[in-house]
T-cell receptor, first 113, second 109 residues
């Protein structure tokens, strides 16, 4: 089924560890996005990509990095996790133009202890 | 700069009452505006977009450029409408959406 998938759903990890949050979509969308959301709060754009080998930082300063080697895959990496990285991370994708809006993944809830 | 403001963090109404969730935006160009909804334990999903001028689940939203608003309305709220609602704007960043802080709607019997 065409959809967008995020793994893991929940992750508890120690300070200083390197982690990668996975996001894959099977809809053939060109554009993909990462948002950070604290519970009950607004979504903050941290990274986006308009296609393969294209990545940009969003409005919210983030110590994470992303890559877009394949259209369907947009992983987010934290080289050294800190408690301040504790949050929910949402991945989304959209087709060319935004007239049809985004499709969101289920999110990864990250806790850094 | 582009900005989306949802002034109400929580809105509580009785079943059958009209509901209006407010959204104001700041953007100098022609915006694309959306409403997203997140039901309990479900992922964020698109509810409606201004360009289609559609009604989804009884909800409508009209873009008012003079007042820079895109309020979400429903004449008779249902309990299943209880959810978190986010207004979003696509402007300067091209396609990347800016989201408001969200309004939690609670419809009580």
């Amino acid at each position: 089924e065409a959809d967008i998938y995020q793994t893991p759903r929940y992750l508890v990890i120690g300070t200083g560890k390197k982690i990668t949050l996975e996001c894959s979509q099977t809809m053939g969308h060109d554009k993909m996005y990462w948002y950070q959301q604290d519970p009950g709060m607004e979504l903050h754009l941290i990274h986006y990509s308009y296609g393969v080998n294209s990545t940009e930082k969003g409005d919210l300063s983030s110590e994470s990095t992303v890559s877009r080697i394949r259209t369907e895959h947009f992983p987010l990496t934290l080289e050294s996790a800190r408690p301040s990285h504790t949050s929910q991370y949402l991945c989304a994708s959209s087709d060319t133009g935004t007239n049809y809006g985004y499709t969101f993944g289920s999110g990864t809830r990250l806790t850094v202890v | 700069a582009q900005r989306v403001t949802q002034p109400e963090k929580l809105l509580s109404v009785f079943k059958g009452a009209p509901v209006e969730l407010k959204c104001n935006y700041s953007y100098s160009g022609s915006p694309e505006l959306f409403w997203y909804v997140q039901y309990s334990r479900q992922r964020l999903q698109l509810l409606l977009r201004h360009i289609s001028r559609e009604s989804i689940k009884g909800f409508t939203a009209d873009l008012n450029k003079g007042e820079t608003s895109f309020h979400l309305k429903k004449p008779f709220a249902q309990e299943e409408d209880s959810a978190m609602y986010y207004c979003a704007l696509s402007g300067n960043s091209g396609y990347a959406l800016n989201f408001g802080k969200g309004t939690s709607l609670l419809v009580t019997p």
